[in-house]
């Protein structure tokens, strides 16, 4: 097995931190001598392309599914419903991830997994540990993954770890990093040219609880009321999937990368659960979440919570 | 959450694994300024209690249960069956374990698993990650450990590594690697003392595969012959868990530590799988099975690969 390719991938809708940690894990595997590939389970979006641009990379292949007993290392991402077609036959070799764990294998498997901002930030200590070189492309994709999933290291989910990494990654990369990420963060809040099916799948997740089917859908903007303007049709267009994939709660979340809050469209038949998840009554599917800008945890967590809560007469 | 104590421990029916990464990793908690305690989840078999007199130890306190919202650290295990009453609602901290991962967390969690021979080999890192001295005390339990879980180097599942740290904290401990290291095991095989009811239970784990209960425990020894001559009582006692707990599929290993090999008796309603999984026919109950020492690498991965298997015409 050892010598046959490994596949390396993050999780479907690939963000900016699911490719550099594709990227950076492949190349990682190859320097310390293992044959490896980096994929994309999706589109890749307008901020991971401007990052990609940016430091002279290729996008990765697409992969749409995975042949039985493949190697595989996962990144960003844990969960087979968030995972290429396949994946529960696949031959998992290893784990690096920062989102809660909900994984089963039937051997031993390496995995590191941290409750930090991101994953490239892990994958920066890989590197570090296996004494391999970060080159200037490298640094560049992983910082721009760190700037991506901490919004400029404003969500909660930040730590100081990956500020450092961050700071360290720029002067290897030779930017200036606050000039640099709000430039992505903006490059990739422009949904001008998206049709409304387009923008709710940007960065789009689905969960299971039990027998409840929950989808969060998030994007960054600097101007809200710019996104919400669309709010008909992007209704529409989530009422529709609803429909088409029995989602029981829809989340699509509009997050202010300046005022690290976000506003929310809820829809669908347990609209209940994120009510009570967050004390807050909808107005017109609708509502300001002050603060709140993490779907990892803020929102997962608080409506898992709620769903958990027992029937209290 | 993070003033408030942590508990540490490892799976049921401990051995000398999970003891050594309890108090190993209380220790390194305590080091780094964290309030910390290690606890058993069971008996003291008599290799560990042997360990712990070497080093001047004292055997943790038992858990029976744990408080709602308690704060965890998992070492040596990461699955729930395998553990203490109410780990589904404490709050787990961190998982440092060498099994296959079957864990679910709501938040994100630091995890850290490898598939190599011994947890304590991942603790022995983790204090040189954190650069907390390792005294001869805590080398002494570690090294216990992976001489425990590798049968002195000669299981499957032990790698260059654990071998190596198995080395250098001999050096740290102070003591002569393989004379210790078969007195310990020796001390772990006399079962003259115990009940045939003791002898199945001192390391014996359950495992469910959907609506299967399949329970493998292991015992090793010096001297097979000597096991077997109580295969008639061992066997009753065998039968009385099967009806007692709805067991599907009981296998109980007997391990030549010297032989590197193992003999089997395999009770339950469904034999039909073992026999499947090692292409082998039971003769009285029982077979030998050459070269197989490990229940984590050689026989559970046989037993869920012959259950998972496709029916075929």
Known sequence: MADKKIHVFGHTNPDTDSISCAITMANLQNEIGREAQSYRLGEINKETRYAL?????????????????????MVDNNEFTQCVPGIENAHIQMVVDHHRLNLHTTEP???IAEPIGCASTIMYKLYKQDDVVITPKMAGIMLSAIISDTLMF?????????????????????????????KMLEAGTDISEYTADEVINIDSKDFKNGELKITISQINSSNIDEVFKRKAELEKAIEKKITEENIDLY???????????????????????????????????????????????QILPALIEAMNQKIQL
Do not use: W
């Open 53 to 73: 641009n940016m430091f002279d990379l290729k996008e990765p292949d697409l992969l749409s599914n995975i042949d039985d007993n493949a190697n595989v290392i």
């Open 109 to 111: 498997v390496y995995c």
């Open 154 to 182: 404003k969500s909660p989910t930040c730590t100081e770890q990956d500020k450092i990494t961050a700071e360290r990654l720029a002067k290897i990369a030779g930017i200036d990093l606050y000039e640099y990420g709000y």
């Open 251 to 297: 989340v699509f979340v509009v997050t202010d990368i300046l005022e690290a809050s976000s506003k929310v469209i809820v829809l669908g038949n347990r609209i209940d659960i994120f009510e009570k998840a967050f004390h807050t009554e909808l107005i017109a599917n609708t509502t300001y979440l002050k603060g709140v800008v993490s779907r990892k945890k």
